[in-house]
């Protein structure tokens, strides 16, 4: 039951990425862009937690820690960069 | 025989993974950007917390004892993902002047996203 679920979550994580990759290509503004950026680093930290439930590890957890801490860092340099022309003043 | 806690475990996978293709389909379908703001940022926010919440029972129930990581990156996604929507938000303020046109005034009276410091701001526009 919980393998399928596993594979469930999976499927619509991975159906929500290529939407991302979507909104990365078209999208107008590079505001959105940045957008999608920041929910792709979300839903690949979703991915990364549902291999550690199928695979039985909690070797994941770090990878999914850093993986929210350089993305919001990440998210907020190029908000910075584009409100300041600059990232450390 | 499935105990209760797997189809607990179960649900929870299911509810994330719903809510976040709902965020990102939102991010997809909407039409502007400040529309667009509210998929990413409340739906996705809800999937992840609910997946963390599947996986810190799947690891009670595997090893007998939670873990603390999850803890952590709930905190953490929590804590930053209205800061970095704030962020967002502004400097679509910012590059789009004919909005800036349209907002109402903010309580200094100074531009809801500008360059300089707020005060300075406010007060070469009254000199002005």
Not at chain 1, 56 to 71: C, N, P, Q, R, S
């Amino acid at each position: 039951m919980i393998a399928a679920a596993c594979i469930f979550a999976m499927i619509a994580i991975s159906a929500s990425l290529l939407m991302n990759v979507y909104r990365l290509i078209a999208g107008p503004d590079v505001t959105d862009r940045i957008l999608a950026l920041d929910t792709m680093v979300i839903n690949a930290i979703g991915l990364i937690v549902l291999a550690g439930i199928a695979f039985g590890t909690a070797m994941y957890f770090e990878a999914a820690l850093l993986f929210a801490m350089v993305g919001f860092v990440s998210t907020v340099a190029f908000c910075k960069f584009l409100l300041r022309g600059n990232v450390i003043e | 025989m499935t105990s209760f806690l797997e189809i607990v475990i179960a649900v929870f996978m299911v509810i994330g993974g719903i809510f976040l293709f709902i965020g990102s389909f939102g991010l997809a379908k909407l039409p502007d950007t400040m529309r667009r703001l509210h998929g990413p940022t409340k739906s996705t926010t809800l999937g992840i917390g609910s997946l963390l919440i599947a996986s810190m029972f799947y690891f009670a129930l595997l090893q007998q004892a939670a873990g603390i990581h999850e803890i952590l990156i709930t905190l953490f996604l929590f804590l930053t993902a209205p800061v970095s929507a704030n962020m967002i938000a502004k400097t679509h303020i910012f590059r789009n002047r004919n909005l800036q046109q349209t907002l109402p005034s903010d309580a200094s009276n100074s531009g809801w996203a500008v360059l300089t410091d707020p005060v300075t701001a406010r007060d070469s526009a009254g000199h002005a």
